[in-house]
């Protein structure tokens, strides 16, 4: 029986803005033969965070239309560091840490991928498990003869990193990576390989590799680099990286990120971040537009993401505290507030200062700008607090001489600033 795909996974790509450029053939073969395609995650860190998001989705595309995912958990590549996109050279992890790590985004990946199907179960594979089996001498004498020096010049990882210095290490990475495709493909019939558009000289490395050794044909699909709407780079909010792991970014502040983002960003990220339908899409955007003050796509988006990455109460647990939190208007609420949701207070930036300052004779300006840099000098916190911009607890400072004293501390521990509208700051004050 002839292969039938759910959908086209490349058409599908193309009008979801997750498409940058294939190798020829590609559709074809992904629309004439059930595909083996891979991703490679380093596990540079313990979790993976939304800059990771994308190629997840790639892989549960890839198994929804029909097609065998595999995940690549980099083991032996974490331990070199990928110099695609990077300025200076990453730091090396030990063993221990990298073994750690790759248990955390096993752990992970297994949330978002069918492992247990019988007709196109996903797989994870370490490239850990071939290399440390292969002596330096083997790889080169195997691999290292059939690239040229002027192929792996010629690659934008590379020449890019020339000026300010590449090691050799990070040099023969893209060899490393390309030969992953070639053990994968030989050993795995795994003929495809999947990234994002800083990933394709490393791709197209491993496609060269298994020309010259197999005289195979391979392929690759790559996706853009997302951004915001500014051109600045996505999956970062101000206080770092947005984890994929509620330890490291909370639920609440995870569901507050997709809240938060412009509205030219919703109508993108709609169809990257989430699996409705063409005509779901359409809809809802349509029905944003009517009036965007509503922020129904960011509500939405913010829903699906977040049911998806965590769970669908999770998600609801994240909405009831985020109208707790935002419906605060008074000292007396916050006092009742539980101390889990006054950790989820701060949108932007939090602060910890001594307790002594509410008896050092400061005022409202030397906390704001001195102690908190909330603002960057008193005369821009004077002008806010002219304008009726500033809050303190709830209550509009209109003099800016005002004097810091222990009753400001509510809960007996903290102090909150609004900065215009949006911006919330938390002062915790400790002994």
Known sequence: MSFQPKYNFIEELKWRHLFHQATPKTEERLNTKKTKGYIGFDPTADSLHIGNFVPIILLMHLQRAGHQPYALVGGATGMVGDPSGKKAERQFLNEEVLRHNQTCVHQQLEKFLDFKTKINPAKLVNNYDWFSKMGFLDFIRDIGKH????????????????????????????????????????????????????????????????????????????????????GSKFGKSESGNIWLDENKTSVYNFYQFWLNISDEDAQRYVKIFTFLSNDE???????????????????????????????????????????????????????????????????????????????????VLDLMVEHTQIFSSKGEAKRMIKSGGVKINFEKIVDEEMKLLPQLAMKNKYILINKGKKNKYLVKLEE
Not at 152 to 167: A, E, F, I, Q, Y
């Open 147 to 230: 690239i040229s020096i002027s192929y792996m010049m010629s690659k934008d990882s590379v020449k890019n990193r020339l000026d300010t210095g590449l090691s050799f290490t990070e040099f023969t990475y893209q060899m490393v990576q390309g030969y992953d495709f070639y053990h994968l493909y030989k050993n795995e019939n795994c003929v495809l390989q999947l990234g994002g558009s800083d990933q394709w000289g490393n791709i197209t490395t491993g496609i060269e590799i298994i020309r010259r050794k197999l005289h195979d044909e391979s392929f690759a699909c790559t996706a853009p680099l997302i951004t915001k709407a500014d």
């Open 281 to 363: 899409i359409k809809a809802k955007i349509e029905k944003h537009q009517q009036n965007p003050g509503l922020r129904k796509l960011q509500k939405l988006i913010a829903q699906e993401v977040t049911s998806l990455v965590h769970s669908p109460s999770s998600f609801e647990k994240a909405k009831s505290d985020s109208e707790i939190i935002f419906g605060l208007n008074s000292q007396e609420q916050f006092e009742q507030l539980a101390d889990e949701l006054v950790k989820e207070i701060q949108t932007k930036e939090s602060f910890v200062i001594s307790k002594n300052i509410l008896h050092s004779g400061d005022n």
